[in-house]
Nanobody
């Protein structure tokens, strides 16, 4: 069983920053990719940023230059540094990993329960 626990969300004023963290635990053999998604009220869930085990990154156009994703492979942890936050960044942020639980097994996507980020004055 794989568990993801996110932290770091909260209320911040426009222009402010937050650092989100997500740690994966359980029967994990390997993680090929880790990422952050978000879902605002009335909208579909969208990819915010992703990072592979080799360090390659991908960002949504709306966050490029403001958000930075990083990971600590030894700790199975992924971070999302969010800077210059805007009201439109308000959403529940979900952590996701593509992992397998045994050698030679298939990769599956696992999700955290989410952490709320509210950007408001």
């Amino acid at each position: 069983q794989v568990q993801l626990v996110e932290s770091g969300g909260g209320l911040v004023q426009p222009g402010g920053s937050l650092r989100l963290s997500c740690t994966a635990s359980g029967s994990i053999f390997s993680i090929i990719a880790m990422g952050w998604y978000r879902q605002a009220p009335g909208k579909q869930r969208e990819l915010v940023a992703a990072i592979t085990s080799g360090g390659m990154t991908d960002y949504a156009d709306s966050v490029k230059g403001r958000f930075t994703i990083s990971r600590d492979n030894a700790k199975n942890t992924v971070y999302l540094q969010t800077d210059n936050l805007k009201p439109e960044d308000t959403a529940v942020y979900y952590c996701a990993i593509d992992a397998r639980i045994r050698s030679g097994g298939s990769y599956y996507r696992y999700w955290g329960k989410g952490t709320l980020v509210t950007v408001s004055s």
